[in-house]
């Protein structure tokens, strides 16, 4: 072999490039990735005796108690739809993308002693919960279409409409905006833990902003003023498309499509830059 | 031959302390300086490494300024003190951290062993572990499958490996953790003292792996121990650490006698004034000496011969039924044999002095060859008066115990008088 002077296969020195994703290395740790996939789907339930029947339990319970408290006593209406299943919608989709962050959102201070002890790219961390979250996603969308069957066996009108073609998009931009976010998140809570403290409640006051809840139009009515802060949230659009495709029920334009796709891209795009500066040197401040 | 790993003036700082809001306000300056486009101010401050020191500036320098390069299918052993900078060398080799200035280049992936079974999950089954730890660790699907076999007969687990890892005992999950370990196939190999677990058995296969590696199959490997024997057996260059510098690269014997000599002039010169130390403070043994049949002072000794370790001590209360115990500890801290005049005479009573002297006489020196220290101990009747480690650092360099000019070969135990009788 003859190895010219700077030949080298790579360095470690402490500047970094602004954008330094090496892909090539991605791929050739993507065993890694499918395992730690298989390792978080198969140990979340062990030693239960219910098992992956929690994943539809929380759904459930969740969405009952919305239908009684916003429907039942303070009367939100859902138009056609029967309440429960407008709510049951909502959540599922808001499930995945809060199933996104959180469970990205502590990558580092989480798996320090393992960052700690051997070198692999970081972000197969993160990205495997987002990939293994869609397993549970999965499991919570056949409850809901087992839901969905029983109202329309009831005599509802309901159906979905052609813009369900549009659900890997919905899919992808959750697991986009969930693991952008969880990756900021992550990245800033390695050094100074305030933030921690700040995300536990946050993201249960979230749902409230997102239209979760609640149809987006009922904000427009009742709360003019304030209606551009639920609109203007990437979330809500979301969750609200979501909505609209699967139950006909709701509001969509296509500009706010566009303006969601291009926020969870730049939040994505976001996170990962900021996740690559900081799993440097991480280790040093956890 | 060309260099596969090439390390340049890499240095690496810490700050010492807790995080909190001062760290938060050198952020701050740091984050302006850098926005500006000026140099961290931060990087001309620090503290050179020194363990024992007094902490006087918010930075230390872990590391400064370290060079070298390493050829394929050598073996390197780094040797040095507790936080001299071995293991952050190893982090930054290893690409967990960034070094803080310089620059490390290489030719080969490198795989790290800081730990052995990192990232184990406790729920999954040896078999389905052995694939996790091994994708963590660099390896893919079908390298793995390819050694299963292999890697499970090495690790002795058989029977326990479709059982959780849980279920398993500590000895056990090392030896899966090394077992998927040694079989990785990277360039470089970095290496940190996992060899001093696992029982006697498993100790020996995974040197005799190691010596394979390196020597059979070309491997470059990096390899960090406290064990001198080990480095020794294994490595063919060396290069000790000091206080975070480079003391010394170059050839193994040479390196371990630097090390070693640093480490015995310092601690001997400082017993009166070392820290390091239980018992109640009154009582302090001040200096230890060991002096041969000439009156000479020595440092190798010959096995066989007479020795007086002479001990000094002050003392500031009367004490009773008071035992002084060497304990003699060999490198792999295994006490071969000790000496209390407890036993030996009987317990004395001392009176308060400001300096006075122990004498402990060895007549026939039973250690063989290797590198030994004392563990220095005094008993009164209130418990633990002082108690210290590594006190005097010797070695056993031969020498004709039985009188009849063989030695024995044997490094194991002590030796002993003994006769045969043959009808």
Known sequence: MNHTEDNWLYEISPKRKLIDLNFKEIWRYRDLLVLFVKRDITTVYKQTILGPLWFFIQPLFTSVIYTLVFNNIANIPTGEVPSFLFNLTGITAWNYFNECFSSTSNTFNQNAALFGKVYFPRVIMPMSKVIAGLVKFGIQLLILIIFYAYFLWQGFSISPNTNILLFPVYVLLMALMGLGFGMIISAMTTKYRDLTVLIGFATSLLVYVSAVPYPVSQVEEKMPKLAWLVKMNPLTQIIEGFRYMILDEGVYTSLGLLYTIAVSIFIFILGLLIFNKTEKNFIDTV | ?423
């Open chain 2, 1 to 423: 031959m060309s260099v596969i790993l090439k390390a340049e003036n890499i240095s690496k700082q810490y700050r010492l302390g807790t995080v909190g809001t001062g760290t938060l306000s050198h952020d701050l300056n740091r984050w302006w300086h850098q926005i500006r486009g000026k140099e961290d101010p931060y990087l001309k401050v620090g503290a050179v490494n020194d363990r024992s020191a007094k902490a006087s500036e918010d930075y230390v320098w872990a590391l400064r300024d370290i060079n070298f390069e390493v050829k394929p299918g050598e073996v390197l052993g780094i040797i040095g003190k507790n936080g001299a900078g071995k293991s952050t060398l190893l982090k930054l080799l290893s690409r967990i951290t960034a070094p803080t200035t310089g620059s490390i280049k290489t030719r080969g992936r490198i795989a790290s062993l800081l730990e052995v079974g990192t990232g184990f999950h406790p729920e999954l089954t040896g078999r389905e572990n052995i694939f996790l730890n091994g994708a963590i660790l660099g390896m893919t699907k079908t390298e793995i499958r390819s050694k299963i076999d292999e890697i499970i007969a090495f690790s002795g687990c058989e029977m326990y490996i479709d059982t959780p890892v849980k279920r398993y005992s500590s000895g056990m999950r090392v030896r899966l953790g090394f077992a998927v370990a040694a079989h990785l196939e990277p360039e470089i190999l970095v290496v940190d003292e996992v060899l001093a677990v696992g029982d006697a058995e498993f100790q020996k296969k995974a040197i005799g792996k190691m010596q394979d590696l390196s020597t059979g199959e070309g491997r470059t490997v990096l390899f960090v121990s406290h064990n001198m024997g080990s480095i020794k057996q294994l490595c063919t260059k060396s290069l000790v650490l000091e206080n975070g510098f480079a003391n010394f690269i170059g050839d193994v014997n040479e390196g371990i006698n630097i090390y070693l000599g640093k480490k015995n002039k310092k601690k001997e010169k400082k017993l009166a004034d070392r820290n390091d130390r239980k018992g109640k403070k009154s009582f302090k043994f001040t200096q230890i000496s060991c002096v041969d049949n000439k009156k000479q002072l020595v440092k190798s000794l010959l096995s066989g011969e007479q020795y007086v370790f002479n001990i000094n001590y002050q003392n500031k209360t009367k004490l009773y039924a008071v035992a002084i115990r060497l304990l003699f500890v060999d490198n792999k801290g295994v006490v071969r044999f000790l000496c209390n005049n407890k036993f030996s005479s009987s317990e004395v009573t001392f009176d308060r002095k400001e300096s006075g002297v122990i004498k402990c006489v060895i007549p026939k020196f039973p250690l063989p060859n290797g590198n030994y220290s004392i563990h220095l101990t005094c008993f009164s009747s209130e418990g633990i008066e002082d108690d210290i480690e590594n006190v005097f650092n010797f070695e056993v360099i031969g020498g004709d115990f039985f009188n009849t000019g063989k030695e024995q070969v044997s490094k194991d135990g002590v030796l002993v008088n003994n006769d045969f009788l043959f009808d």
